[in-house]
């Protein structure tokens, strides 16, 4: 699940991290709605539209719903992890990252990540360089 040095503490679950990283990278996959307004059948259309981004998405609920119902900390730690990912910070300046996405913290935290691009690729990255490593974390989690 870890690396032999020791991995930064985290206050969220690495396991959450890795499903939220499976939601954002399925969500990523999404592409912009052909139509304004289809008024197909889905069974017609091929299911196109459950590729396409769309305001009601059930991957964009879930994966906001699940970043609202983590606590304060969970959120900063989420925020920070992206950060790091995306080479904001050094490894070393984990705390330093902590306290400046708890400076920053507000009520927006899910629709600050859930519309970061590459989301995914930020968290997986930012838990490799704290020393966790995801490949493994994915395995177990499937």
Known sequence: ???AEDPIELAISAEKVVFLIEKA???DAKDAPSKRDPGSNPSDDRMIEVLEDHPDDP???EMTGLING????EKVDLVALMWMGRE???VGEWEEVRE????AHNENTARYLAR??????????GLDRLGYSVSELEAQAF
Request: aromatic share 10%; charged share 40%.
């Open 70 to 73: 983590l606590n304060e900390d």
């Open 59 to 61: 991957v964009l609920e």
């Open 1 to 3: 699940m870890i690396r």
């Open 116 to 125: 970061t691009p590459l989301l995914a690729d930020f968290l997986a990255d």
């Open 88 to 90: 904001d910070f050094d």
């Open 100 to 103: 400046e996405a708890a400076r």
């Open 25 to 27: 990278r399925e969500f």
